[in-house]
């Protein structure tokens, strides 16, 4: 239950408001329907396959140093705690730079000659978009700690469902805009984030805290009764 609550939390926390930017200012300027599609769909399945890829080498590496069940519940022990590390230091950078603050995605600047040109174009620079999440030390950390579970499965609907809940404001503004209500839609955004901004912040805190806390229990839990 932790690890699905660890998910749900690091799809949070990795929300992407620049994705959404770029697609609106992309429908303003009146970028082909099909471009905007495809720069969608190529950002959300390059983050599954970046996470995947992580998950991958993870579960080969995992592989090779056990020798036995013990030694990889005790590394998924381990894992845990350090995503929980991850989750508090994400807290103290966000509290310190004031996170709450941030450019929120109608605020993000954004160019929309990414989305011009060919299919391959802007599915190339959809895919480079979506691959920069290699460089988010959350999924990074989410990966390896799913791959210790050995599940195939789990690393499938875990990071799944990390890159839906990342990118849920890029593919919710694609849905409006094919129901042609993307201007009402993101207006609406708009208002609730100006008037619930800090009890969003306050719900997102607490939640990252609480699957801190319950990573690191368990984990060190394990340790102590080992011992």
């Not at 950002?43 to 579960?59: D, E, I, N, Q, R």
Request: include cysteine; aromatic fraction near 6%.
């Amino acid at each position: 239950m932790e690890l699905l609550l660890a998910v749900i939390v690091a799809g949070l926390v990795s929300i992407d408001p620049i994705g959404p930017a770029i697609l609106f200012k992309g429908m303003s300027d009146g970028v082909p329907r099909p471009n905007l599609v495809t720069f969608t769909v190529a950002t959300c399945a390059a983050m599954l396959a970046a996470g995947v890829a992580l998950a991958a080498v993870s579960m080969v590496v995992i592989d090779v140093v056990t020798a036995s069940p013990s030694q990889n519940e005790a590394i998924e022990a381990a894992l845990k705690i350090g995503l929980a590390v991850v989750l508090v230091f994400w807290l103290l950078y966000s509290g310190l730079t004031g996170g709450g603050h941030r450019a929120e995605p109608h605020e993000a600047r954004a160019d929309a000659g990414l989305l011009h040109g060919s299919a391959s174009r802007v599915s190339g620079t959809g895919a480079a978009f979506g691959m920069a999440a290699l460089l988010n030390p959350v999924l990074v950390a989410l990966a390896v700690t799913l791959a210790a579970t050995e599940s195939l499965l789990a690393v499938l609907v875990g990071l799944t469902i990390w890159t839906l809940i990342a990118e849920c404001l890029l593919v919710g503004l694609l849905a409006a805009y094919l129901m042609g209500a993307h201007e009402r839609a993101v207006q609406t955004v708009r208002r609730w984030q100006v008037r619930h901004r800090t009890a969003i912040w306050v719900v997102l805190y607490t939640a990252a805290a609480v699957v801190a806390v319950l990573l690191a229990v368990d984990g060190i839990g394990y340790f102590a009764s080992s011992r």
